[in-house]
C-alpha cells in the first residue's frame, strides 16, 4: 500500500513505513501468516515497507511496499532499489514506481522507465505489469504500478482492479502456491455434558497401584492424555466470520461506483465523473453516520450489572502489543525464533545466583542438604501422614478461576470443574502418593514464559520485560495442598516472625501501614522524630538461593 492510514483489525497487522508527505508506505497482512517486520535502511530517493514472509516448507520470501515520488532524480533511485533488493531472498518490491515504458504497455518511454528497465536487465530481475492502465488522469491512462521480483519461480497472475476512489486502481498480484497457515485465533466450543459423560463411561476407579517415583509419572501421564483425550472428543471448531459488516444500502452504492469509476475511465465523460464524486460523498456519508450509529447503540446497550461496561472499558484500556525488535549480544532480533531465544538468554542471566563468596556458608548449605537427600525414607513417614480427601480437593477446585490461562500440557481449570467423581478420587490418590513418596512430577514443573513489558520501560531490551509463568493447574492444586501443610508447620512452632505480613493468612500491606503509623503516632507524642528504611531487593525471587532456601526448612525441621 502507498499513502497509507493507520488502521487496526483482529485478523490483520498492519506495518508502516515512515510517514512522509507522499503518504507513506504499508503492507496489510493477516496474522495467521508467519512473519516479521525488516527495519527499512536509510534511503534516499524512494519510501518503502519491507517484511519477511516465512511459510512452511518454503522458502521465505522479502516482500517490499515502495513509493518513487515522481520530483525524486530519475537515475538514482536504483540505488535504494539495489538496498531494497539485498534485504533477504526471494525479493518482491511492488508498488507507485512513477516509471512509464512500452515494455509494460505505456504509450512514452520515461526517464525512469528506461533506468528501471536497464537496472533489471543488468541483474536478471523481471517486471511485472497489468495488462491495462492502473492510474487514470484527466487525459490520460498509463500503468504506473508494477512489481519487481527476482528468483522467484511460480505462476503468476497480476490485474488492474477498477475498485475504490482512487485515481490509482488496485492492482491485484496473485502467485500460486500451497502452503499451511497458523491458525492463532481458532474459537471453539466444548459440549461440557459430553465431556462429564464420556470420562463417566470410560472410566472406572481401581486404586493406583504406586510403589515408586515412575509410577507416579505413569499415573500423571495417563491422567493428563485421558483428559486431552477426552476434550478433543467434546470439542469441535466454531467458523468464526472475520467479514467486516456493511450495510445494504451502502454496498449497492459500492457497487454502483465501481460500475460509474470503470465508465469513467472507458468514457471520459465530465457528466459521469459529477456522478462518481456524488456517489462517493454519500458512500462516505451514510458510512460515518451507520458507524456512529453502531457505536452509541453498542455503549447504551452497556451495564454494570451484567459485566459488559468493564469487560468493554478493559478492552480499550489494555491492548496488547506486540513485542517490537529486541536487541541481544549479536544485534538486533527480529524473527519470533531468535526473540525467543534473546528473551530466554535474557532470563538466564536474570535467574543466575549472585556471587555469594562466602565459602563456610556455602559448606555448611551444602553440607546440610546433602546429608538430607542421603536419609533413609522410612515407614512411619507413611504411617504419620495424614492423606488428602476428596472433599478437600473439590473444595479447592470449585475456588478455580475458569479465566486463568492453562499451562503447557493445556488442561484448563474448567476442565477440572467437570470432572466426574470417579477422576477426582484419582487425582486425590496422585496427591497423596506426592506426599508418600516426596516426588512431584517433572511434568508438572514445566512452565509457558510469557514476557510483559515493565511500565515505562524500552521495549528494545530484553531485561524489561517480566517472565509471566503459566503454570500447569495439576501443579497449582498439588502446591495449594503442600502450602496448607507447611503453614500448618510454621504456626504450630511459631517460625515466622511477628512483624512478616506479606504471603500470610488475614494479614495485609494495610496492616503493616497502621503498624507504621503507630510508630509515627507514639513517636511524635512524646516529641520524638521517627526514622525509617525501606529495602526493595531486587530479582529477589528470580535469584533465590534454593539450596540455601532447602538449607532454612531443614533447619526449621519442616516434614518431608
Known sequence: MTSTEQTDHNEITLLLGGITQGGGTGILIKKCLPHHHIPTPQLHFVEATSISLNLTNKEPFTVTSIYIPPDTDPTLYTLDLETLIQLGPNPIICGDFNAQHQNWGSPINTTRGKELVRFTQVLGMEILAPPSPARFGFNSATILDLAVIKDFILPFSIISLPELYSDHNPVKLTFQ?????????????????????????????????????????????????????????????????????????????????????????????????????????????????????????????????????????????????????????????????????????????????????????????????????????????????????????IKVIKNLNIKKACGLECITNKMFKNLPCTMIFEFTEIINNIFKFNYFSKAWKTAVVVPVLKHGKDPTQPENYRPISLLSTFSKLTENFILDKLNEHLAENKILCPEQFGFRKSLTTTHQLLRVVEYITSGFEIGECTGAVFLDVQKAFDRVWIQGLIHKLIRYKTPP
Not at 302 to 322: H, P, S, V
Not at 346 to 367: A, G
Request: aromatic share 8%; proline share 2%; net charge positive.
Open 177 to 393: 502456491l500451497k502452503f499451511t497457515t497458523l491458525h492463532n485465533s481458532v474459537t471453539t466450543h466444548t459440549d461440557w455434558t459430553k465431556f462429564q459423560n464420556y470420562l463417566k463411561n470410560q472410566t472406572d476407579y481401581r486404586p493406583l497401584k504406586i510403589n515408586s517415583n515412575m509410577d507416579i509419572e505413569i499415573a500423571v501421564e495417563k491422567f493428563t492424555k485421558n483428559l486431552q483425550k477426552t476434550h478433543r472428543f467434546a470439542t469441535k471448531t466454531v467458523k468464526k466470520s472475520t467479514a467486516t459488516y456493511i450495510h445494504a444500502d451502502i454496498k449497492d452504492l459500492i457497487k454502483t461506483r465501481n460500475k460509474t469509476k470503470k465508465a469513467w475511465q472507458t468514457l471520459r465523460n465530465p457528466l459521469i465523473k459529477t456522478e462518481l464524486n456524488r456517489i462517493e460523498k454519500l458512500i462516505k456519508k451514510l458510512d460515518k453516520n451507520s458507524r456512529q450509529k453502531d457505536q452509541t447503540e453498542e455503549l447504551e446497550a452497556l451495564n454494570t450489572e451484567d459485566g459488559t461496561l468493564w469487560r468493554k472499558a478493559k478492552i480499550m484500556r489494555k491492548k496488547a502489543q506486540k513485542i517490537p525488535a529486541l536487541l541481544g549480544e549479536n544485534g538486533f532480533a527480529y524473527s519470533d525464533s531468535i526473540k525467543a531465544e534473546t528473551t530466554a538468554l535474557s532470563l538466564e542471566k536474570q535467574f543466575s545466583l549472585n556471587d555469594l563468596s562466602h565459602r563456610e556458608t556455602e559448606n555448611e548449605v551444602k553440607k546440610s542438604t546433602e546429608n538430607f537427600s542421603t536419609l533413609p525414607f522410612t515407614n512411619n513417614q507413611i504411617d504419620n501422614f495424614e492423606c488428602i480427601q476428596p472433599s478437600e480437593v
